[in-house]
């Protein structure tokens, strides 16, 4: 009788892995890494595999959301961070000599990480770098798992898409929807926008003020001193309300390069024929025989 053998089940690749934003940072996590993940959008501080920190330049540091309604006097965070080495020591300092509560500052602390690491996991066209750092963080701010973050990271994406598929709303520089020109219909790109417009909500004037054809999403949501993705909210729920577009990117075209030699030779027009008329060489026959008179 033959046998026969049942071959062993083939590999499943594991479903966590495969939508895990960043693979990198999912490694770093499970072999609780401490050090910098700089990628393309922001940065990442990680202590025994946890994020403590982040940072990106699309989203207002601790400093902004601490400084920006009050909690803290600028004065009070600018001597801080220049006796601290980095923001989050310089939080501390504030921390340990009385101007912060401890409520406050974690609450913006962890506002601030989730707010850059939505950026700073966004999609990137680099690769990322892990430097180590041998020094273990001991600071009393909470730092927050990997898989948390790109969990939150992935609803925030999820509900952003929700209110206004379009993504160029959140870099480029806005400018205000043409009331004239609304009805003529957007890009073929662009998602149907609404016939009328709907009201304004006193949250989301503010950011529909400061919209001027320069500024980013990013660029209102420092001045206001918000998180950038709750600014990325009222973006998006203006855009699709038909009050705001990004503006589009100018192409500049180059100008045509200048004709080589031998392009020049070959644009010429092709030389005359030798004349042939008989009264033309008549002529110069008369005026030959004039000459030797």
Known sequence: MTMVRTPPPLPVR???AARALSPMLNRLAEERATGVLVREHGTLHLAEGRVVHAESPLAPGLDVLLTAHGTLATAAWQRAAAAAEGPLRAAELLLESGLLPAGALELCHLDALYDAGYFALAPSSTPGRFHYDGAPRTGTLPSVPVVALERETLRRRLQLHR???????????????????????????APARPARRTPVAPRQRAVLDRVDGTRTAADIARELGRQAFHTLV?????AAAGHLRPLAPVVSVPPAPLPTAPEQARNLPPPLPPVTDPDIALLKRLRDALEAL
């Open 14 to 16: 594991d479903k966590a």
């Open 163 to 189: 209110l206004w598929p379009e993504p160029a709303a959140d870099t480029a520089p806005l400018i205000r929807a043409d009331p004239l020109l609304r009805d003529t219909g957007p890009a073929p790109s």
């Open 234 to 238: 009222d973006v998006r729920r203006l």
